[in-house]
């Protein structure tokens, strides 16, 4: 295709900062279109990679159609009429050697209809259907088979992510001029160090870019997951190794802050210590000793805190807390929800106000004077710790002397959200320490890429006495003895839950199903106390039912998923799951993980809206023959990807291009080693790998 040289060549090292605007047929029209989707240089437009491929390497027989397959066939026009039915609509036969098809239009011009007279030779493509009269193509592409130039494509065909107003032909022309600027003069820069392409054998950027844009016709079998394919895989290697690189620059940034060191008597600590009702178990000892060696360092700690459900992490948060009250500064504890912040803000209280410490409350629902009276008390340093959502770190609140900040369940927060939060801190006069909770474990493969720029520590231990829940898969069309066996249940002076759950996250209709379900079971079980809690109850109804439940003076709590997190009641040993097959394997661990607390023998049924899908069946299957949160979360990472995992509207960075933490997980090891090595022998390639493939999507804290 055709660039003009004249205008080109001097600057051709830079094709980051070349305008579309240089190639043929890119005006300001198109040129605002392609910045719309975040494509301004040459150099995006290569990175603009495809979706999928199409195969017009072959020109098919029309006997050898197949139905649902995209293919291309050549043949003649031997009718062409308006037909008049339920849908007036254009239909050409096509036939070649082998026989023949038809071709139907809904849409058509005046013009569009002359085009296709008898007589005509054309070329056609789309897919194939099953049609009255045999094969029928609906809205082929199409073109006179005397305007094809080439023979036939010998590379598949690109499909590109596009937007309103671009065309996909038109995209892919511009793509491919700048395809051909490569080719022509091989002049991408290549910023991976030449040492690291050689040792991993990687393709040159060149090779991979042109192979990803115009992989020979042979190589669409190459397309699928686990085949070996070098181009793909070294673009995905470099996208791997910038996020990565991002991260640990953030890292670096934080790692020259000054922050806090706290030193001291840790009387507090001391006194909780004594006081807790159990020994620290093995997990939770080595995990809280390796916050307090970061916690007396002048550096802010950055550390992720995982383990299964029901390992204590809370406690060791409160440990980690006491530490920095002891020393004299002020903590922050944020929950992605109002809800789980309640949850650990009564926590901390029970903890806490025994000892004198004053646990404070901050929510972007919090109004009038209580709110005011709240946030003079945090100024003041007299509220030495405070429990909220993300509110925390908005707007008003001003803390005396914050000295660490503790995230729960960081996984629904996000690496944007982490970051934002970072820059809010950074603002303050001293650097908070960070510690990160997850709910429940997450994927080494998703540790090492989301979280590259945490350490480390894991709870690799539940408390004594715990028996694993036993797990069954039952279809909702024997929920008659589902609820017999609560009855059972709740004879034996055991208690249960039943949880709604539906795929809406509207709160309103899961409390509604909730409600509903609540009056259908105690209408159906008149024996038996039944109880309901939802996100939408005032905090004091939900706290009254919640100390009714475990003072066992309900026996069957009908619940929304508010019940996912803090909810303690060891006398509770069954647990039904409605449409569990719409949760995530992570969230629905972390529900079962409500039972199995005490020393009875615990049941969790899964109750299913049959028919199952597969992926249903497969995903339900895990959670029968695991309890265990690090192999769920492998398994839900392989089931649903990372953008389910990590909650698809706040995956952040983890959207990528073209790597897939599935798929190329086993390069995650080389990627860590190979950023190490970037950072210290080539630091001056991070930015531009960044802008390459981040973009403006990166914000630093302090650059
Ligand atoms: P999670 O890690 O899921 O957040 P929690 O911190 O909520 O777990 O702890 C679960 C339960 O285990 C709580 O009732 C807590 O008091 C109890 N617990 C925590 N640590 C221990 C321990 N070392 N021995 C016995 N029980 C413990
Ligand atoms: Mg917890």
Known sequence: MAVKPSTLAPELKRLDAMSPARLKGVGPALEKKLAAIGITSIQDLLFHLPLRYEDRTRVTLAARAQIGEHMQFEGEVTSCEIQFGKRRSLRCSLRDSSGSMTLRFFHFSAAQKESLAVGTQLRVYGEVKHGRGGFEIFHPEYKPLAQVNAETSDTLTPIYPTTEGLLQPRLRSIIAQAVDLVVSKESIEDYLPAELIAKLKLASLSAAITHIHRPPADAFGGWDRDAPNPGRDRLAFEELLTHRLSL??????????????????NQLLRGFVANLPFELTGGQRRAFAEISDDLARPTPMLRLLQGDVGSGKTVVAALSALRAIDAGYQVALMAPTEILAEQHAINFRAWFSPLGVEVGWHSGKQKGKPRAEQLARVASGECQILVGTHALFQGEVEYAKLGLIIIDEQHRFGVQQRLALREKAAALQINPHQLVMTATPIPRTLAMSAYADLDNSIIDELPPGRTPVNTLIVSNERRGEVVERIAAACETRSQAYWVCTLIDESEVLQCQAAEVTATQLAEQLPQVRVGLVHGRMKPAEKAEVMARFKAAEIDLLV????????????????????????LGLAQLHQLRGRVGRGSIKSHCILLYQSPLSRNGKERLGVMRESNDGFFIAEKDLELRGPGQVLGTAQTGLMTFR??????DAAMLDEVKDAADFVLSRHPQVVDSLVRRWLGENIHYANV
């Open 658 to 663: 073209i790597a897939d933490i599935a798929r």
């Open 248 to 265: 640990r620059r953030l890292r670096e940034d934080s790692d020259v802050q000054a922050a806090p060191q706290f030193v001291g008597e």
């Open 559 to 582: 619940a929304t998923t508010v019940i996912e997190v803090g909810v303690d009641v060891p006398n509770a040993s069954l647990m039904v799951i409605e449409n569990p097959e719409r």
